[in-house]
């Protein structure tokens, strides 16, 4: 108890520390390109500025699909809020997963204590957070499998073949096992008995806590409706991400490279799953520039499109989630000061 005390006297300023190291690391890593940032200027001396409104509406949208997913997910185990409160902590948690190194990693865990906040659980909590990364991959890499087919009927298809066949194959097996769930249940309590014998731990100790936890699983899977929501939305959150890419070649006054566009947005969304540089920084430029350009975009404007669409889908969501993430921590303490005082009332 004493060193629980002593933990909890050291902890607050360890994170402000914490909070500093990663405030600088995130500070280190926008500098570093902060060439890339300056130089989108250049390209936007004469925008088409109808095409310039629609891309970043398209990447509005994209957004808002995403915090719809989120709210179907975590509604299904009973938790409501306004689809408004979703979106901010969707902006958010982009903001937070963009800035920082192994960023997918923070922003899961915020995204995971916003919904704690919001009332679920922490199985609903984390099954949500899991699920929204599921949902995104099974359909990136479903358009993917589409891009492929659309590449291939043009003759090229880039070399993607076995890596695009590769995915589609983890999504089958993943939307199987989910599907066949209730089959793994039984070995998952065998498997933990064996460990609690070996690990000598007390009859039940193991078991009981994942008994609980698949039984609340079971009350907060989604219905097929719900799934099918998510999956639309889930669709329609790269849909728009890709509208915004396509509407950045019209907005700079090119032409779409139609040919490879959705294959060489998919293989790049794909690229930023191995977690290189935050928010894929220089792997979505290159992978997108270069695949476009194989597909017969113009070198000179299909970077000016790429950096136009890394504007609008990277760093001008950067400040917009910054400002998500203290209104939201504003909230926090707005909320928590309230139950403090109605918990006095009732004392």
């Excluded at 004469?46 to 509604?75: C, M, T």
């Excluded at 906040?117 to 991959?137: I, P």
């Excluded at 540089?277 to 000016?304: C, D, I, N, Q």
Aim: proline residues 3%.
């Amino acid at each position: 108890m004493a060193s629980l005390s002593k933990l909890r006297r050291y902890w607050r300023p360890l994170r402000v520390i914490a909070g500093f190291v990663l405030l600088g690391l995130a500070a280190w890593v926008l500098a570093g390109k902060w060439s890339e940032l300056s130089g989108v200027g250049a390209f936007l001396a004469h925008p088409r500025w109808d095409w310039l409104v629609l891309a970043a509406a398209a990447e509005v949208g994209s957004f808002l699909a995403l915090a719809v997913v989120e709210r179907v997910l975590i509604g299904a185990g009973g938790v409501r809020a306004r689809l408004g409160r979703y979106t901010a902590i969707t902006f958010a948690g982009n903001s937070v997963q963009s800035a920082l190194p192994v960023g997918a990693a923070f922003a899961g865990v915020y995204t995971f204590r916003q919904y704690r906040f919001l009332g679920a659980d922490e199985v609903l909590a984390g099954w949500a957070v899991v699920a929204t990364g599921l949902v995104a991959f099974i359909t990136i890499t479903g358009l993917a499998g589409v891009g492929l087919a659309l590449a291939a009927s043009a003759g090229t298809t880039f070399n993607l073949f076995e890596a695009i066949a590769l995915v589609l194959c983890v999504d089958a097996a993943l939307i199987a096992v989910w599907a066949n769930r209730a089959h793994f249940y039984g070995p998952m309590a065998r498997a933990v008995t064996t460990a609690e014998r070996w690990l000598h731990r007390t009859p039940g100790q193991l078991q009981d806590p994942l008994r609980k936890g698949l039984e609340r699983m079971r009350s907060v899977a989604p219905s097929r409706q719900q799934w099918f929501q998510a999956w639309v939305a889930g669709a329609a959150t790269w849909v728009s991400d890709l509208s915004c890419l396509g509407l950045s070649f019209l907005a700079v006054g090119a032409g779409v490279p139609w040919r490879g566009l959705l294959l060489a947005y998919c293989a790049a969304q794909l690229a930023t799953l191995l977690p290189v540089t935050p928010g894929g920084l220089g792997v979505v430029e290159g992978s997108l520039t270069v695949a476009l350009v194989a597909f017969g975009g113009g070198r000179v404007t299909t970077v000016a499109a790429v950096l136009l669409y890394r504007l609008l889908g990277f760093w001008l969501p950067l400040p917009v989630g910054a400002g998500c993430y203290l209104a939201l921590a504003r909230v926090r303490r707005r909320e928590h000061r309230a139950s403090g005082q109605q918990t006095e009332r009732a004392s």
